[in-house]
């Protein structure tokens, strides 16, 4: 018998005010249900946020090294069940074990981060114009944080925006993706034995159009953080904007990888293999598109195409794999919209383009695709597909691999293959996304670097690094004026 898993509100786990339930299976295949968890709806939300303002009022005032020792512990747990996590999340995401171990590996990476963090939040304090008087800023919590989460980087990026808004003295209210809601689970039970006071911590399971929904738009959860399609990011920011609430939007990409005619080719191949089908498509960051100098063109495809016709489909926990399903059936029908799609507007189809039959039909699989001579501004090549598929477009120097790579609406990452250090620093300077790559494929980013994108695939701000403590707390500037007398700041210090 399958469990009924629970919402953590108010310092319990709890059954949903609704009473409805929906299933966690595995992609790989659907005849394994790992659990029911929460349908939730608005008063779970409600009573989430009330839980959570006491909560706040608890930890604001619990000094910011002490808030960082709790997650230092937090990261020695997740190193303690990095492998009982691994599985579990390949069992309810589907990517291969290598990657789920990567996942929480990211996540240990971001707490022993936010740890020492807790040791900085610096502010500074800067000379007063005026004598006998200091100046200086500090770092404030804000208050309740909502945080809606995707499906595949089950607790990578949960903890991107959990730990840092706990750091900063704010309390959580967490709001995963209906695909992964078990990790959650296993990372909320992790954050109480470490010791976060429960109230700090909210899990409210459910779908976006009621849980998120009902998050966004709740008077007392003033900071948003959200990752998922750049089409739910506009009506949130809708809400947010009327709301004047703080809001961070990691949406979507349309990632490429240049390949110039100086390349190592091998390093190149290698790179596009990752980049395009790891996590079998399903990263914001994965190489959709690749940009091939002409001199190199077939030579490369040919190569390519044999590489990705020998990747291995297959269940993510066994050795043998190295791409494993997409999250669902939705998620299939989507890639297999595209390719006919691709294929109506003229692309070639190189290899893959179908579903396995036989033993993989239990799962949602889709064999790895590839598409030539796919003409910039098509809409394979302009749309973002969250699937195993790759579209290469012909160049014929670097000015329009720039020209490809800049003109879609998304711009999160970008990776350029060249032996030629002034390319690759032109490559940094012209390519409009928020990360590039040099010689590394356009997925990877390290968790102690600022992490987003330009365009329609965000909104300012990043995860990640040093910049995400700002969007979690508020600065503060503080007077003090020892001088015993009214001095006027722009007139005392400037009369004559
Ligand atoms: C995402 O796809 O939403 O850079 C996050 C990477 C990972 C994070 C991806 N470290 O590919």
Redesign the pocket.
């Given at each position: 018998m399958a469990k009924n898993f629970r919402n953590f509100i108010g310092g319990e786990w709890v059954a949903p005010t609704t009473g409805g339930y929906f299933e966690n299976r595995n992609p790989a295949d659907t005849a394994d249900l790992i659990g029911r968890f929460p349908d939730s709806g608005a008063q779970d939300v409600a009573r989430a946020v009330r839980s959570a303002r006491r909560g706040f009022d608890l930890w604001r005032r619990t000094p910011a090294p002490a808030r960082g020792d709790v997650l230092r512990r937090v990261g020695d747990l997740l190193v303690e069940r990095k492998e009982a996590i691994a599985d579990a999340m390949t069992r309810e995401m589907g990517k291969v074990l290598a990657e789920t171990r990567?996942d929480v590996q990211?996540g240990i990476d971001t707490a022993y981060f936010a740890a020492t963090e807790g040791r900085r939040l610096y502010g500074r304090v800067v000379p007063s114009e005026l004598r006998s008087k200091w100046a200086m800023t500090y770092r404030r919590p804000i208050g309740v944080a909502g945080l809606i989460t995707?499906f595949?980087?089950p607790m990578?990026?949960p903890t991107w925006k959990t730990f840092p808004a706990l750091l900063c003295g704010n309390a959580v209210i967490l709001k995963p993706s209906e695909d992964v809601p078990h990790t959650a689970h296993l990372l909320v039970e992790i954050l109480l034995e470490a010791g976060l006071p429960p109230e700090v911590i909210q899990l409210v399971h459910g779908r976006g159009e009621t849980v998120g929904k009902a998050l966004v738009e709740h008077p007392e959860v003033p900071v948003i953080s959200f990752?998922g399609s750049t089409d739910t990011g506009a009506i949130i920011g809708e809400t947010c904007g009327r709301m004047h609430k703080r809001l961070s939007l990691?949406m979507g990409?349309k990632n490429a990888q240049i390949v110039m005619d100086d390349a190592d080719l091998d390093l190149a191949l290698e790179g596009v293999l990752w980049g395009a089908f790891g996590?079998t498509g399903?990263?914001?960051?994965?190489t959709s598109r690749l940009i091939l100098h002409r001199k190199i063109h077939d030579r490369f495809l040919r190569r390519l195409t044999g590489a990705v016709e020998s990747l291995r489909l297959g269940d993510g926990r066994a050795d043998t794999t190295d791409v494993g399903p997409l999250i669902h059936e939705a998620a299939r029908d989507k890639v297999e919209r595209y390719v006919e799609i691709g294929e109506a507007q003229g692309a070639e189809l190189v290899t893959g383009g179908r579903a396995p039959r036989g033993r993989l039909a239990a799962g949602w699989f889709y064999q790895p695709t590839i598409f030539s001579g796919v003409k910039a501004g098509s809409r394979l090549e302009q749309e973002e597909i969250f699937g195993p598929v790759l579209s290469v477009v012909r160049v014929n120097s670097f000015d329009d691999a720039v020209r490809v790579n800049n003109g879609v609406r998304y711009g999160l990452?970008s990776s350029i293959y060249t032996r030629s250090a002034d390319v690759a620093f032109r490559a940094l300077e012209r390519l409009d996304n928020g990360?590039t790559y040099v010689n590394a494929p356009?997925?990877?980013?390290?968790?102690h670097l600022p992490?987003g994108g330009v365009k329609a695939t965000g909104n300012g701000h990043r995860e990640g690094g040093w910049e995400v403590y700002d969007f979690y707390s508020e600065t503060k500037a503080c007077y003090v004026d020892y001088s015993g007398k009214l001095q006027r700041a722009q007139i005392d210090t400037y009369e004559l």
């Amino acid at each position: 018998m399958a469990k009924n898993f629970r919402n953590f509100i108010g310092g319990e786990w709890v059954a949903p005010t609704t009473g409805g339930y929906f299933e966690n299976r595995n992609p790989a295949d659907t005849a394994d249900l790992i659990g029911r968890f929460p349908d939730s709806g608005a008063q779970d939300v409600a009573r989430a946020v009330r839980s959570a303002r006491r909560g706040f009022d608890l930890w604001r005032r619990t000094p910011a090294p002490a808030r960082g020792d709790v997650l230092r512990r937090v990261g020695d747990l997740l190193v303690e069940r990095k492998e009982a996590i691994a599985d579990a999340m390949t069992r309810e995401m589907g990517k291969v074990l290598a990657e789920t171990r990567g996942d929480v590996q990211e996540g240990i990476d971001t707490a022993y981060f936010a740890a020492t963090e807790g040791r900085r939040l610096y502010g500074r304090v800067v000379p007063s114009e005026l004598r006998s008087k200091w100046a200086m800023t500090y770092r404030r919590p804000i208050g309740v944080a909502g945080l809606i989460t995707p499906f595949n980087f089950p607790m990578a990026i949960p903890t991107w925006k959990t730990f840092p808004a706990l750091l900063c003295g704010n309390a959580v209210i967490l709001k995963p993706s209906e695909d992964v809601p078990h990790t959650a689970h296993l990372l909320v039970e992790i954050l109480l034995e470490a010791g976060l006071p429960p109230e700090v911590i909210q899990l409210v399971h459910g779908r976006g159009e009621t849980v998120g929904k009902a998050l966004v738009e709740h008077p007392e959860v003033p900071v948003i953080s959200f990752t998922g399609s750049t089409d739910t990011g506009a009506i949130i920011g809708e809400t947010c904007g009327r709301m004047h609430k703080r809001l961070s939007l990691e949406m979507g990409g349309k990632n490429a990888q240049i390949v110039m005619d100086d390349a190592d080719l091998d390093l190149a191949l290698e790179g596009v293999l990752w980049g395009a089908f790891g996590t079998t498509g399903q990263r914001c960051t994965a190489t959709s598109r690749l940009i091939l100098h002409r001199k190199i063109h077939d030579r490369f495809l040919r190569r390519l195409t044999g590489a990705v016709e020998s990747l291995r489909l297959g269940d993510g926990r066994a050795d043998t794999t190295d791409v494993g399903p997409l999250i669902h059936e939705a998620a299939r029908d989507k890639v297999e919209r595209y390719v006919e799609i691709g294929e109506a507007q003229g692309a070639e189809l190189v290899t893959g383009g179908r579903a396995p039959r036989g033993r993989l039909a239990a799962g949602w699989f889709y064999q790895p695709t590839i598409f030539s001579g796919v003409k910039a501004g098509s809409r394979l090549e302009q749309e973002e597909i969250f699937g195993p598929v790759l579209s290469v477009v012909r160049v014929n120097s670097f000015d329009d691999a720039v020209r490809v790579n800049n003109g879609v609406r998304y711009g999160l990452s970008s990776s350029i293959y060249t032996r030629s250090a002034d390319v690759a620093f032109r490559a940094l300077e012209r390519l409009d996304n928020g990360i590039t790559y040099v010689n590394a494929p356009t997925i990877g980013a390290e968790a102690h670097l600022p992490f987003g994108g330009v365009k329609a695939t965000g909104n300012g701000h990043r995860e990640g690094g040093w910049e995400v403590y700002d969007f979690y707390s508020e600065t503060k500037a503080c007077y003090v004026d020892y001088s015993g007398k009214l001095q006027r700041a722009q007139i005392d210090t400037y009369e004559l």
